[in-house]
């Protein structure tokens, strides 16, 4: 068990980019934010071929028929420090209100 949670705790593996998504994350996740109309924040990982943070918030509806509504966001940084961008991708998001997320950072894979 102690081993676990040794290996649990290092995080030397870890990519500066999927540090700064993991961090990003832990600053948003406890306050529960909502992308209207009602897609709740689901996860984040370093935006594959492009820079920064992508961000997914989603609703799972399971009736009449199951499906999953998505919205990506795509957050960036001109910090280098994993913490530093982290914070300053949470302050631009948070600076902005809710019903302007998808405008201002919409994540288009082309």
Do not use: N
Not at 32 to 55: F, S
């Amino acid at each position: 068990m102690a081993e676990i949670e040794r290996a649990s705790q290092d995080g030397s593996w870890e990519t500066d980019r999927r540090k700064t998504a993991r961090l990003l994350y832990e600053l948003l996740e406890p306050l529960e934010l909502v992308l209207p109309p009602d897609l709740q924040l689901a996860w984040a990982e370093p935006a594959w071929r492009k820079e920064g943070v992508a961000l997914m918030f989603e609703r799972h509806i399971r009736a009449p028929r199951y499906e999953v509504r998505q919205q990506m966001l795509r957050l960036t940084s001109t910090l280098g420090d994993p913490g530093q961008a982290g914070r300053d991708m949470a302050k631009q998001l948070l600076s902005k209100s809710p019903d302007d997320w998808a405008d201002s950072f919409g994540f288009r894979l082309a």
